[in-house]
């Protein structure tokens, strides 16, 4: 390939692609999301002969730079260097195929129509919409999350954030093309911007969330080393550590532990349970565990309320690879230099019932007045899927979420991870408390905002009250769907429309 074309659809595409993770934490330049888009759409439209070429690249560098966090997660669990870069490559590579068809499709049917950006952004919200489930999903750097601290972020109580990653990508080409436009447009154009930005402001002053109470909260960090944490020794440690800290907080109303506090199953510590939950009991105090547990003989990655509340949360959207093995048994035994664990989770059943938090009320008319608060969960992961949020949150007055990102070390992960739990408290309007095993441990508003957070990688206790909320959002209500029913419809009457000014 000679160097112009080198240049056009591989190397400026791959490098746009690496500067769109620049817009999402930790970094938050959200203007550099744009550019990134923009610039995409620009080579896929002044050079249509290399769309193919241009669209891979795009997603190469999209994904290579943007999830290069998971090298941190092989070499924790000992796979080689070399290996785990080939790994991550070979990922990037398979994920880059999804930006080759969503090129393909836009220049095929779509690029020389009047409604182009249109229809661009269109598509790039559906394909974000595919990542969410296509081989069980993989719904990480969506546009949206750009807009997470602005008032445009606080549209995703309306549109979600796939609605807000419409809106992204369209301004981000619309003012790429800004000059062609006349005077009277580029005015029209910026003013629509802001009228955006007043319509999240709007939103966030809406009447979707009523505060209903308070609890206070304690999030314990233990900051165990996530290579060892898995021996007895580390295992043992860590569980005294939870138990010490966890006995000097007898004035709170909630106390939580992060995923997989306890390595072993929740059956082989009966007994220490069963002491921590009377004494929580004793003090008026719910306690929820992140532990592994045994039902019907299979393992599930829980959550396990005691003392002063009721239930457990079983995981139900599970990690490939990490949690579960696909095609675990062939794979084992074909690839046994990468270390596969032979210990697979199992899912929890779709609908569960809710965790209940039962608070005593002291100073009311009715002493010692007993209220019940259903609580919405999620195990790490899952916070990345905005439906399985909803559905988890319905009904429930808070969020809580447990995790354990220390797998990737101090990357971009922990901090992306976040970003995405600050944008499903702004879909359901709920507050999230978020627990994590070395960080970032914090305390979210129902409006996205961090209100206190842990120094990662310490062994601290989060201690804050936390707003109680009844929440009827447009998200809430009617999902995202619809969203993509518009999309689908708009792009087939674009495609008709061309057809039929051809004839």
Not at 185 to 197: D, G, M, P, R, T
């Amino acid at each position: 390939m000679k160097l112009k074309p080198l240049l056009i659809a591989i190397i400026l595409p791959m490098l746009a692609g690496a500067l769109f993770s620049i817009g999402l934490a930790p970094f938050k330049l959200w203007p550099v999301t744009m550019i990134s888009i923009a610039s995409w759409y620009g080579l896929l439209t002044k050079y249509p002969q290399f769309s193919k070429r241009i669209s891979f690249a795009y997603g190469f560098g999209f994904f290579g730079f943007g999830i290069s966090w998971i090298y941190f997660a092989f070499i924790t669990v000992h796979v080689l260097p070399l290996i785990a870069a080939l790994s991550i490559f070979c990922f990037c590579l398979g994920f880059a195929l999804l930006f080759l068809v969503q090129g393909w499709l836009f220049t095929r049917f779509f690029a020389e129509k009047s409604l182009s950006i249109l229809s661009f952004a269109l598509i790039w919200m559906l394909f974000e919409w595919l990542r969410t489930w296509l081989f069980t999903g993989f719904p990480w750097l969506f546009s949206g999350y750009s807009m997470t601290d602005t008032y445009i972020g606080q549209l995703a109580s309306i549109f979600s954030v796939y609605g807000v990653s419409f809106i992204v990508v369209l301004f981000a080409v619309l003012f790429s093309q800004i000059y062609r436009f006349s005077h009277n447009k580029k005015a029209i154009l910026i003013s629509s911007f802001a009228l955006v930005f007043v319509c999240g402001l709007v939103t966030q002053n809406l009447s979707f969330s009523t505060q209903t109470g308070s609890l206070k909260v304690a999030v314990i960090q233990s900051n165990v080393d996530q290579k060892t944490k898995w021996t007895r020794k580390s295992t043992n440690e860590s569980r005294d550590h939870y138990l010490t800290e966890t006995y000097k907080l007898a004035d709170t109303d909630v106390i939580l532990w992060p995923e997989a506090a306890l390595t072993d199953s929740y059956q082989n510590n009966q007994k220490v349970l069963q002491h921590i939950g009377d004494w929580a009991t004793n003090n008026n105090t719910s306690l929820i565990i992140g532990t592994p547990r045994i039902v019907d003989n299979k393992p599930r990655n829980s959550m396990i309320a005691t003392g002063f509340a009721q239930g457990t949360y079983d995981k139900y959207h599970l990690v490939p690879f990490g949690e579960y093995m696909p095609f675990g048994d062939i794979l084992r035994k074909a690839l046994p230099f990468l270390n596969m664990n032979d210990y697979d989770y199992y899912p929890g059943q779709k609908q569960q019932n809710n965790i209940v938090i039962n608070q005593v009320l002291i100073n009311t008319v009715v002493p010692n007045k007993v209220v019940p608060h259903k609580i919405g969960t999620m195990i790490c992961y899952e916070a990345a899927y905005p439906a399985l949020v909803r559905r988890n949150a319905r009904n429930s007055e808070l969020i809580m979420t447990v995790s354990n990102d220390d797998w990737f070390g101090d990357s971009f992960a922990p901090h992306q991870h976040l970003q995405m739990a600050q944008m499903r408290a702004i879909e359901n309007r709920l507050s999230v408390v978020r627990s994590t095993q070395s960080g970032i441990t914090a305390f979210i508003d129902p409006y996205g905002k961090i209100s206190a957070q842990l120094e990662p990688f310490k062994a601290l206790t989060l201690i804050d009250d936390v707003s109680l909320n009844k929440s009827n959002t447009f998200y809430q209500i009617f999902g995202h769907l619809y969203l993509m029913l518009i999309a689908l419809m708009i792009l087939i009457g674009v495609y008709f429309r061309k057809k039929e000014s051809h004839k």
